[in-house]
């Protein structure tokens, strides 16, 4: 499953969490980048680690930090 939205959608990471509660034996990884987030948040990628009925936010250390690694700074000097 994949998507892209211009706006985040907390209804995606709710989704993901829902399916953990029915199905507690399954598993898998959610990444999100949201572009909106600010404070430490910003310019990376979270990973939700679905296992044994939850998730959980771990950061992403193969994407982050988004500008540097995923794309080019367009903005810098």
Same mark, same amino acid.
């Given at each position: 499953?994949?998507?892209?939205?211009?706006?985040?959608?907390?209804? !995606?990471?709710?989704a993901? @969490?829902?399916?953990?509660?029915?199905? /507690?034996?399954? *598993?898998?990884?959610? #990444?999100?980048?949201?572009?909106?987030?600010?404070?430490?948040?910003?310019?990376?990628?979270? !990973?939700?680690?679905?296992? @044994?009925?939850?998730?959980?936010?771990? /950061?992403?250390? *193969?994407?982050?930090? #988004?500008?540097?690694?995923?794309?080019?700074?367009?903005?810098?000097?």
């Amino acid at each position: 499953m994949a998507g892209l939205r211009n706006h985040r959608q907390d209804a !995606v990471v709710e989704a993901f @969490r829902r399916l953990a509660h029915a199905a /507690p034996w399954s *598993y898998g990884v959610l #990444h999100v980048y949201d572009d909106e987030a600010q404070g430490e948040d910003q310019n990376r990628w979270v !990973v939700w680690v679905m296992k @044994r009925g939850s998730i959980v936010p771990e /950061p992403d250390p *193969y994407l982050s930090p #988004h500008i540097g690694v995923v794309e080019d700074d367009l903005d810098g000097p």
